[in-house]
């Protein structure tokens, strides 16, 4: 129990956690891993689908549960801590939030597929694409690197340049023109892969928002997709931590439980400094999101980078403690590990968030 | 329901306070103060004097005793309310309260632990700043292991005969009384043995010694105590349970130690520092993306610094206790300090290695200063050692 939440985002956080250990438990985790190109969470997500989970953030008119991002946090976290795949990541907040911004009946519609969990919904972001007018719509061309969850999603929405200005589209599975092609990464828990679109055609309703419109929404989502982020690694953070210290209790060297040896000590509670900080950070960044506070852009970057630097701080130290078995696939730290490190590197990576921060500090500090 | 407040998005109730407090520190403040404008005192007389009279305005602004019950001539202020307080003085970077030891955790003591008639004694004289007070309890050979500590005090009729030394005594040569953990039985496990006495420092065979700071002040002393008489009626609570009048004192004065403030304000001292040319240059520091790197890192850690402070006292309205959230909070700001103020001159170039010897009250303070005077930091009120053996035992319940 979590005196920092309200009884309903512990409920709901317990429900994730109920759900996941029972459909997709660290043994399935870590067996999947072995065969990342083909990881199925068809199960779970199933039941995620069953509790509403794919609705959070969607409002109430089209059936979702209008939830903020500060009662969404803790499930991302969950789902971090447990390294089960990005489904719910990428289609109930990513996506949502993008759909969200997008004024018109297709936005809507999209929204209430996604809320009832029949419609998985990825986006795939970036300047890799180009968009043209047509005669009867637009084509598009170009070729996104790494979309997450793209192989499984029903939908795609896609950022195009569009007469020199950003657009959002809407691309389904089966368009013509559109391939995807599963890339292997660091992480083996997740499922990444190419988006390619050669001489792709849509009709004028494909496209969802334009210009400053669409730029402001993309923005936006960035910010949530940093803040997921934030909660995939801080979630790892706690649960490396946890498998560390419970490892730290029971073994035994030169008569003693290793636990007791302050170099061990020291380093777990250093881990669990940075990891209760990054917490608080996180849930501060969470509720200056949904209260859409001046200091948001600020503090969701200053929380994108400290749970991004404890999510591999953590891991690393799990491995570190676990000694010899911490190299071996026994053990998920090594998941722990590569998840978060990929974290670290993903859109609006820890480096760029900390560059953003550093081109501010001026402009914040001297006035 | 838990949450983090923020000037951004605080109850309206917590703004006005926050209000209430920054129009009481504009008006009361010395014209000038924090710039080239403002004239500090220039002898330690001075200083003390000035001190003196700002304790007595925080005394008529009601602003004394901010967390003590009402009945104790205090505001009976929430956690929120003192913390916000706090964040406001040192936002401005006003005066010490050169009573804090009394008001931060001497007074709290007192009302927690103290007779009928040592509240009516000793508390009104801490709110007013009549009576300053420092706290006896750390000796040469008890410092991280306070237990071991060896002052002797020996019954003998209606008082109590004492002898030995205290050291690290934060201004004793300024303070009326003593909050003194003494030995009253040498026959029992060493921490069942300690009492705690009232002492007041004109006590004869009572003599305080400066020590000599690597920051360049002499606020903390040496303390000898040769035959000093203490009456009977100066223990704190019961004779052999000084134990607990520690816990309860360190306990207080934890909750006054974070520097979640203080990070925030040496980084926008640093970024405007950073934004300065360097010295005969015309280039800035700020100019260097490495540079804007390295403070983009220390944003971060003081931004935690503050999220967490925050979130943990949200955390005591529910559960009533703050847990070992200070210890932790105190544990990474100390260090945060050292590592903005290592940056400062690393970054700076020479310009963070010139400066005024020693801070004048209300001036700019030398970046050189501020690197030395933080190796205090991680070692006083708890070392970051210590600090890590106690989260690791008590929070993640580690072996010992």
């Keep these: 129990m979590s005196v920092d939440l309200t009884t309903e985002q512990q409920l709901l956080k317990d429900a994730v956690r109920d759900v996941v250990r029972e459909v997709m438990p660290i043994e399935a985790v870590m067996r999947q891993a072995e065969q990342p190109l083909t990881i199925d969470d068809d199960a779970l997500w199933l039941k995620m689908s069953e509790l509403g989970l794919p609705g959070v953030l969607a409002p ?25 795949p990005a489904g719910f990541a990428v289609t109930a907040v990513i996506s949502a939030s993008l759909l969200l911004r997008c ?58 340049e569009l007469a020199g200005a950003p657009a959002v589209f809407v691309v389904g599975k089966s368009d013509l023109g559109l391939v995807i092609e599963p890339v292997l990464t660091m992480d083996p828990t997740r499922r990444f892969d190419r988006v390619i679109l050669t001489n792709l055609n ?10 400053l419109a669409a730029g402001a929404a993309l923005q936006n989502v960035k910010e949530a997709a940093m803040l997921a982020t934030a909660c995939d690694s801080l979630g790892i953070a706690s649960a490396a931590l946890t498998l560390a210290v419970e490892y730290a209790k029971v073994r035994e060297q030169f008569g003693s439980k290793i636990g007791s040896f302050q170099g061990i000590k020291h380093l777990l509670a250093d881990t669990l400094v940075a990891t209760r900080n990054a917490q608080a950070a996180v849930r501060y960044a969470a509720m ?63 480096r760029e968030s900390l560059q953003a921060i550093g081109d501010r500090l001026e402009q914040l500090h001297v006035s | 329901m838990v949450e983090i407040t923020s000037p951004s998005f605080e109850s309206a109730a917590h703004r006005e306070f926050r209000q209430e407090v920054r129009q009481w520190l504009a008006k009361n403040l010395p014209t000038g103060w924090g710039t080239a404008a403002f004239q500090p005192p220039r002898t330690e007389d001075g200083e003390h004097a000035f001190l003196l009279d700002w304790k007595r305005r925080l ?56 007779s009928e008639e040592q509240k009516k004694r000793y508390l009104k004289p801490i709110l007013t700043g009549e009576e300053i007070w420092c706290q006896g309890f750390s000796e040469p050979n008890a410092g991280s292991d306070l237990a071991s500590l060896r002052t002797r005090a020996v019954r003998d009729g209606d008082r109590f005969v004492v002898n030995g030394q205290k050291v690290w005594t934060s201004g004793a040569r300024r303070s009326q009384l003593m909050i003194l953990l003494a030995r009253t039985d040498t026959e029992v496990p060493k921490h069942k043995g300690i009492s705690g006495f009232i002492v007041s420092m004109d006590s004869p065979g009572l003599d305080v010694r400066s020590i000599s700071q690597i920051n360049g002040a002499s606020e903390f002393c040496e303390v000898f105590f040769d035959n000093v008489s203490v009456p009977a009626e100066n223990v704190v609570g019961r004779i052999n349970q000084g134990w607990q009048i520690a816990q309860s004192t360190l306990s207080h004065e934890r909750f006054t130690l974070t520097r979640a403030f203080e990070v925030q304000f040496l980084l926008k001292n640093l970024v405007q520092s950073a934004c300065q040319p360097y010295p005969g240059r015309t280039d800035r520091p700020i100019d260097d993306p490495s540079v804007r790197l390295q403070l983009a890192d220390l944003y971060c850690e003081a931004h935690a610094a503050r999220c967490a402070y925050y979130q943990s006292i949200n955390r005591h309205k529910v559960t009533g ?41 209300g001036g700019e303070v030398a970046w050189y200063y501020q690197f030395v005077n933080t190796f205090r930091n991680t070692i006083a009120g708890g ?6 053996n106690v989260l690791g035992d008590r929070v993640l319940e580690l072996p010992r």
Aim: hydrophobic residues 45%; charged residues 20%.
């Design chain 1, 202 to 211: 849509l009709g004028e309703q494909a496209l969802l928002a334009a210009d």
């Design chain 2, 383 to 388: 070392t970051s050692q210590v600090l890590r």
């Design chain 1, 103 to 160: 004024a018109g009946e297709r936005a809507g519609s999209l929204l209430g597929a996604l809320a009832s969990g029949k419609q998985r919904i990825a986006l795939a972001a970036g300047n890799a694409v180009t968009a043209r007018r047509t005669e009867r719509g637009y084509v598009l061309e170009g070729s996104v690197p790494l979309v997450a969850e793209g192989r499984v999603a029903d939908t795609i929405l896609l950022q195009a």
């Design chain 2, 59 to 114: 005394y008529a602004g009601g602003w004394a005793g901010l967390s003590w019950p009402k009945e104790y001539g205090g505001r009976g202020a929430t956690l929120m309310e003192q913390a916000i307080f706090f964040e406001e003085n040192v936002r401005v970077s006003a005066p010490a309260d050169i009573g804090t030891a009394g008001t931060g955790y001497v007074g709290p003591m007192i009302i927690d632990e103290g």
């Design chain 1, 288 to 350: 200056a999101w949904d209260a859409n506070a001046e200091d948001r852009h600020e503090a969701i970057l200053a929380a994108r980078v400290l749970a991004g630097r404890v999510g591999v701080q953590s891991s690393a130290n799990c491995i570190q403690v676990h000694g010899g078995i911490g190299f071996t696939k026994d053990l998920p730290a090594h998941l722990y590990l590569r998840r978060a490190k990929m974290n670290e590197v993903s859109e609006g990576s820890v």
């Design chain 1, 60 to 84: 109430e008119t089209v059936g979702g549960a209008g939830l903020g991002l500060v009662d969404v946090s803790p499930l991302l976290e969950e789902i971090g801590s447990a390294l089960v």
């Design chain 2, 321 to 361: 206790t703050l847990g070992y959230d200070m210890q932790m909070g105190k544990l990474h700001t100390s260090e945060l300090t050292k590592r903005i103020s290592d940056t400062a001159i690393s970054i700076l170039g020479t310009a963070g290695v010139m400066g005024e010897v020693a801070p004048r009250l």
